[in-house]
């Protein structure tokens, strides 16, 4: 057995296990927390200052490798980062209307099935009629089906509350957020968006073949940092925009300099460092797996996040007191959603 297959299965369970615990810490940080005074934070790390950070250690010339490449170059990567922020912002929303489990969930099932399509559909409409392509939109349907599945349950979910925990209804449906079919909504559409991050990189090539010149000498792998960062930075005018607007419209900018805002940006850069931790030992994980990095690598990746998403979601008691007939669809539903990431990663092979 190749010896860098048990390190790269390992640095993709980490990645997979910061995926689907960066929302985690938004659970701690008090209801009186207004969303944009812990969101607002949490973009800022992710999408300026770690890269602006990171990138200069992890690529030799970053800066004038994005001031060389050029306008053409970078122009789409940009349009589809920015859309990427939309998604990102709306699925923080999601977290906040409908919890950890479903957001998840319905978020993570969009986001692998338009993932998939919309580049090849962008850069590869030939191969979709093609044994690949039916293969590809066999996972796509499956990963839809298991949103469908995730949404229902927390349709059943909310109903058994009400009927048989009034309180507990209570305190997990605050009567000031959208309706759950609202909140599904939110979560799937922040799933779209959020896959315009893989179209986004699809567009890198000339950006990392640059990184990789004679010029610069990078590797191929710190090489995708640069389209990372430049991903991120588009990210930043559509997420850190709504935080400045929020900020704003509701007055909240007073809140960073109350009491107890230090535990805020705590919970906002642990959040950064998972999230972005995620996308790091994915990269890692994927070198090290050869050429079934890519495809079995991402099914092990998304397989393993939505799972740690669900079960973070529990711990945290999103489902206490929730009828088992809702729990037994959720389950299901991350189950179907689970098939179709390895009907998905099986299509990469073909």
Same mark, same amino acid.
């Given at each position: ?29 008090g209801k009186d927390t ?20 990171? !990138? ?42 409908? !919890? ?11 986001q692998i099935a338009f ?17 690949? !392509? ?217």
């Amino acid at each position: 057995m190749d010896p860098n297959l048990p390190l790269g299965f390992t640095f993709v369970l980490l990645g997979a296990i910061c995926g689907g615990s960066f929302g985690l810490p938004s659970k701690f940080a008090g209801k009186d927390t207004p969303w944009e005074n812990l969101w607002g934070p949490f973009f800022f790390f992710v999408t300026i200052l770690i890269p602006l950070t990171l !990138g200069p250690v992890a690529v030799d010339g970053f800066f004038q490798i994005c001031s060389t490449a050029g306008f053409s170059a970078v122009i789409w990567i940009l349009v589809f980062g920015l859309l990427w922020g939309f998604g990102s912002m709306t699925l923080g929303l999601s977290f906040a209307f409908i !919890g950890l489990s479903l957001a998840y969930a319905i978020n993570y099932g969009a986001q692998i099935a338009f993932d998939s399509m919309i580049p090849m559909a962008i850069h590869h409409p030939d191969k979709i009629l093609t044994p690949q !392509g039916y293969t590809v939109m066999a996972g796509v349907v499956a990963c839809l089906i298991g949103v469908v599945v995730s949404g229902r349950a927390g349709i059943l979910k909310t109903a058994s509350l009400k009927k048989d925990r009034p309180d507990v209804a209570e305190i997990q449906q605050d009567t000031k957020k959208p309706k759950i079919f609202v909140g599904q909504a939110i979560a799937f559409i922040s799933g779209v968006l959020c896959a315009c991050y893989a179209v986004a990189f699809s567009f890198g090539k000339p950006v990392t073949d640059l990184a990789q010149a004679e010029q610069f000498g990078n590797s191929p792998l710190s090489s995708t940092y640069v389209v990372t960062a430049l991903i991120l930075w588009g990210g930043a005018v559509s997420a850190c925009g709504y935080c400045v607007f929020k900020l704003t419209k509701n007055g909240t900018w007073k809140n960073f300099a109350a009491p107890g805002i230090g535990k805020v940006l705590v919970l906002a850069l642990a959040m950064a460092c998972l999230h972005d931790g995620a996308i790091v030992f994915f990269g890692l994980g994927a070198t090290k797996l050869g050429d079934i990095g890519v495809s079995v690598g991402y099914a092990v990746f998304m397989s393993f996040a939505i799972i740690v998403g669900n079960v973070n979601g529990f711990l945290t008691g999103e489902w206490k007191g929730a009828s088992r007939e809702s729990i037994n669809w959720i389950i299901g539903g991350i189950a179907v959603l689970i098939v179709g990431v390895c009907v998905l990663a099986k299509a990469n092979t073909m």
